[in-house]
């Protein structure tokens, strides 16, 4: 996690960006769901490594780089009752920045920290960020991503690009910071096409695309992407005869090594990070019911492969893998013998060896529990965001927006269930961070006609600090797959806008 550095540009020159507030909503709930700890004593069969080529890689075409929509803007903000200390005092303001944007938010009193820097304070609203000012506009105004006080506005955009490739869709899948405010994104390129493609893009700290470039000639869905500590960034994916597949890239995009085929009997890379000086992937074998997780160098060198297939459990697979220090974690979704589909949380050595596991049973009536992202704390928290989905009762399905908070040893500290409108909605979080004061930043989607997508900051102990709804282009869908903390101290997010690649930088 990377502490708030000053931030040298105006926000006068945010993208603009239509954010609405979930107002009408249930909002969020207290936890339904319990959780259920399973002994580590289950067996973690070792495995042979493999590999071989993911054939060449090709130089994509420069892809245009425009903003969203001018539109009117608004963040809004609830607190949450999954704490029992929630405040609920608020305020409400509007005002336009000069690219017409115009922004309405509303904060919560939950007296959250809030990064800032030290020293003598400047003059506030003379457009240059002074020490102890975390940000300047140029104005005093409140609400308009920078407050009277030059102090961020929670939750709202500070910038946001649409990127766009002729003739082709692009979203983004997965985001991860290089250095410089540089981010790595895993992109869909084409999805839901015949001839889909993963792509690797690098993105300087302005939103504007560096390098675009194939990482295989193959049809291939991406999982995410990593940056190791030699700067190294590794893409992972599955092909659509079920391989598996990863691919090193250097800081220029040139391709340095790729590997397919990490494990047998249709084998889905589907998330990948640091440690050390390594990576560890997470994947899954659909047809078996078995995951596992590989730790290889940034030269593509195998370390170690672990099948996760405990006793008692009929399936698990895994979606998503954090690192904190030592520990990895994974989450994704599980059936135990003779049980219900559910949530899945585990923890492991640095060699892979399981050290415990939480399963997330779905509360009635829902159908399961579903995780998407996970990360990891200064303090070795573990959060995790997905869905509780609903079976159908006589309605349409539908599903919630579910965010859970674990400390280090695996104990439940807080949850918080959102459903964003009346009736059934699919909602659902993709990605979370946790930043340097232990604050939880969840990003994903909520159904309004429209996906939008979606962003809500916790407090460690579970307070809502605010909630964003954003949608960067007009009567087409909006989707936010995950989210990174770059080393300028702002999140990053990343998805799709209609046909367009979407990533935008958030106060933090």
């Known amino acids: 996690m990377f502490r708030h550095r000053p931030f040298v540009r105006r926000l006068a020159a945010l993208a603009p960006l239509l954010l609405a507030g979930c107002t009408g909503g249930r909002g969020d709930t207290g936890a339904t769901a319990t959780d259920s ?6 067996e973690m069969s070792g495995e042979t490594s493999g590999g071989g080529s ?8 420069t892809s245009s780089t425009s903003t969203g929509e001018t539109a009117e803007a608004s ?3 609830t607190a949450a009752s999954g704490s029992s200390d929630t405040t609920t005092s608020s305020t409400s303001t509007d005002a336009s920045t000069s690219d017409g944007t115009s922004l309405s938010t509303t904060a919560t009193g939950t007296g959250a920290e809030t990064d800032t820097t030290t020293g003598d304070r400047g003059s506030c609203g003379d457009g240059v960020v002074d020490p102890g000012e975390s940000c300047d506009d140029g104005n005093l105004e409140d609400g308009d991503g920078c407050e009277a006080e030059c102090a961020w506005t929670p939750c709202s955009i500070v910038w946001s690009k649409l990127h766009t490739l002729e003739g082709r869709r692009l979203r983004g899948f997965g985001i991860a910071p290089i250095g410089g405010g540089d981010v790595a994104i895993a992109v869909d390129d084409n999805p839901s096409q015949l001839d ?10 302005e939103g504007e695309e560096l390098w675009s470039t194939l990482v295989s000639d193959a049809r291939t869905t991406p999982g995410s992407v990593a940056v190791a500590e030699d700067g190294v960034m590794v893409a992972v994916g599955t092909d659509y005869s079920g391989n ?3 691919a090193g890239h250097g800081g220029d995009g040139g391709q340095q090594w790729a590997l397919t085929d990490l494990f047998p009997k249709t084998s889905g890379a589907a998330d990948v990070a640091p440690i050390g000086g390594d990576l560890v992937i997470a994947g899954r074998r659909s047809l078996v019911g078995t995951s596992w997780l590989m730790r290889i160098g940034s030269d593509g060198g195998t370390v170690w492969k672990k099948t996760v297939a405990p006793p008692d459990f009929a399936t698990v697979q895994l979606e998503t893998v954090a690192v904190a220090g030592d520990s990895i974690y994974a ?10 589909t559910g949530g899945w949380i585990s923890r492991h050595t640095s060699d892979g060896e399981l050290v415990w596991v939480k399963t997330v049973p779905k509360p009635e009536p829902q159908t399961s529990v579903n995780f998407f992202g996970i990360g990891v704390g200064p303090g070795g928290e573990v959060a995790v965001t997905g869905h509780v989905f609903t079976a159908n009762l006589g309605e349409k399905p539908g599903s919630d927006f579910y965010v859970i908070l674990y400390d280090a040893d695996g104990e439940l500290l807080w949850s918080a269930l959102h459903d964003s409108g009346e009736g059934k909605t699919y909602d659902r979080g993709e990605g979370v ?4 004061f232990g604050n939880i930043i969840a990003a994903g989607r909520v159904d309004d006609d429209y996906y939008r997508g979606h962003i809500r900051k916790y407090e460690a102990g579970g307070a809502l600090i605010c909630e964003a709804t954003i949608s960067a282009i007009d009567d087409d869908h909006t989707i936010v797959h995950d989210i990174t903390i770059a080393d300028d101290g702002l999140p990053r997010i990343t998805g799709a806008a209609g046909g367009s690649l979407f990533v935008a930088a958030t106060a933090p």
């Open 37 to 42: 700890a399973t002994s580590a004593g289950g």
């Open 54 to 61: 993911a054939g060449p890689t090709t130089t994509g075409a």
């Open 75 to 77: 963040t809004s903000a």
């Open 196 to 205: 889909n493609h993963l792509r690797l893009m690098r993105i300087d700290g």
């Open 244 to 246: 598996d597949l990863a």
């Open 331 to 340: 989450a994704g979704i599980a059936q135990p013998e003779g049980g219900v």
């Open 433 to 436: 961070v946790i930043d340097a």
